[in-house]
């Protein structure tokens, strides 16, 4: 893919993955941001994951929540069980090791994970839709600073939600009206040391898959592992910088845009060193349950596929929650 000669930062390769540098978005002219909107969208398009740079949220609020993360994970397995709730499709709290797969993947990924949803007062009319969060009493940080990292990632993924329907000729907000006060979550995730659990063979950390959301946000995780499959079929390895951000579309946003800007398919694999353990924090954006997911008006005609029908962010959400095993 060929881009046009940068005006700004923004634009170049790093790893075969492209980078952009959010500064050009906020303080950009009108030149910086159309250039910036352009990488944004054809990086989309052609890998599905771009690297975020010059963007707000800053390592003081990503080291504490790592911190906290790591004294949740680090207790007993009677303890954390205590945050699990059963039958509650793993939206808030604990999910033990083993309990997700990949969809249509027999074998379970070798992770443990933690749910932060959207805080709401009790007055707000999705209070009572949203399940509530739980807070683990060992870990008494842990609120706070998964909150403050959840707030941070989700003004970000407003500006890059309001990007991308720029890059798609919609309205601004065509995307991030859906998304406000959405079921949007911060996932903490743990891959034990694999000499410390019962491997079933065949089992990754997480098999290829492709994320249901309409973006995801991770930030910089610790140790390597994560691959994508580009295009042209081939696995390639993703790394980004400390202090980057890796941005990939979701399923959701494939299907909005008819499939112009789709999923791409990624996986975590094992270590060759089977002492190392991974850690890692996606920011998962969702719509709110009753935002209807509409093929865009760009994304049709006779250029494009026959679209999908119309559907809500929750029926969407629960038929691929059923695919992964965790309703």
Same mark, same amino acid.
């Given at each position: ?10 634009? !170049? ?9 959010? *500064? ?16 944004? @969208? ?7 994951? &771009?690297? %975020? ?5 800053? /390592? ?20 954390? !069980?205590?945050?699990?709730?059963? @039958? @509650? ?6 999910? #033990? ?5 990949? $969809? ?6 070798? $992770? ?5 949803? *959207?805080?709401?007062? !009790?007055?707000?009319? &999705?209070?009572?839709?949203? /399940? #509530? ?9 842990? $609120? ?23 890059? &798609?000729?919609?309205? /601004?907000? !065509? ?17 034990? #040391? ?48 400390? @202090?980057?951000?890796?941005?990939? =579309? ?21 270590? =060759? ?28 005609? =006779?250029?494009?596929?026959? #679209?999908? /029908? ?6 969407? &959400?629960?038929?691929? %929650? ?6």
């Amino acid at each position: 893919m060929t881009y046009s000669p940068p005006l700004a930062p923004s634009g !170049s390769v790093l790893g075969n993955i492209p980078v952009v540098d959010m *500064r050009d978005w906020v303080d950009g002219d009108e030149r910086v941001r159309a250039h910036f909107i352009q990488v944004v @969208g054809d990086a989309l398009r052609e890998y599905g994951f &771009l690297r %975020l740079r010059g963007h707000s949220v800053m /390592p003081s609020l990503i080291e504490p929540a790592y911190a906290a993360a790591r004294a949740f994970f680090s207790l007993s397995e009677d303890d954390k !069980s205590d945050y699990f709730v059963a @039958g @509650g499709g793993g939206e808030r709290g604990y999910t #033990p090791f083993g309990s997700e797969h990949a $969809k249509d993947m027999p074998t379970p990924d070798l $992770k443990e994970f933690w749910h932060t949803g *959207r805080e709401l007062s !009790s007055l707000h009319p &999705l209070h009572t839709v949203y /399940p #509530p969060n739980l807070w683990p009493v060992e870990v008494p940080e842990f $609120k706070a600073r998964m909150l403050d990292l959840y707030n941070a990632l989700e003004a970000v993924a407003m500006d890059m939600l309001e990007v991308i329907a720029r890059y &798609l000729g919609e309205a /601004p907000d !065509s995307l991030s009206s859906i998304a406000r006060d959405g079921n949007s979550i911060l996932r903490a995730l743990h891959y034990p #040391p694999l000499h410390n659990v019962s491997v079933v063979e065949g089992a990754v950390r997480a098999a290829a898959h492709e994320d249901i959301n309409l973006i995801t946000l991770l930030i910089t995780s610790s140790h390597s592992g994560l691959e994508i499959l580009r295009r042209d079929g081939e696995w390639m390895a993703v790394n980004a910088e400390p @202090g980057e951000i890796l941005m990939d =579309s979701g399923d959701m946003l494939g299907r909005v845009t008819n499939r112009v800007l789709d999923a791409t398919t990624h996986r975590v694999v094992n270590p =060759s060193e089977d002492r190392s353990e991974r850690f890692s924090m996606p920011f998962f954006v969702h719509p709110r349950p009753e935002a209807i997911l509409r093929v865009f008006d760009s994304c049709r005609g =006779s250029d494009f596929p026959e #679209p999908e /029908p119309d559907i809500t962010g929750y029926a969407f &959400l629960r038929e691929r %929650l059923v695919e992964i095993g965790l309703a």
